[in-house]
Nanobody, 125 residues
């Protein structure tokens, strides 16, 4: 049995930075990669970034490209999301998810099979 647990959320000022972590707990964990999504109040869940375990290849949403960086530590079964130049539009609950096996990284929620419970990020303006 495996569960994903996000951490590192909190409240920051506009222009600030925050780093999120996603750890997979369990004796065995296997996935194609890891992804980050976010969901603001009253809005649909939105893809943020993804990374492949084997190669380290990354994929970013246009809204965060150049500001956010996704990384991983295979030995620790942990993925990270470094967020810079934050604005109020980045305020949301951030979720990590395990990626199904595919030809390449995906931005579709249906291509992920396990989800964490989320961590709140609030950016004040």
């Amino acid at each position: 049995q495996v569960q994903l647990v996000e951490s590192g959320g909190g409240s920051v000022q506009a222009g600030g930075a925050l780093t999120l972590s996603c750890a997979a707990f369990g004796d065995t964990f296997s996935s194609f990669g890891m992804g980050w999504f976010r969901q603001a109040l009253g809005k649909e869940r939105e893809f943020v970034a993804a990374i492949r375990w084997s190669s380290g290849s990354t994929f970013y949403a246009d809204t965060v490209k150049g500001r956010f960086t996704i990384s991983k530590d295979n030995a620790k079964n942990t993925a990270y999301l470094q967020m810079n130049s934050l604005s109020s539009e980045d305020s949301a609950v951030y979720y990590c998810a395990a990626h199904r096996v595919r030809i390449g990284l995906s931005r579709r929620p249906d291509d992920y099979y396990m989800w964490g419970q989320g961590t709140q990020v609030t950016v004040s303006s």
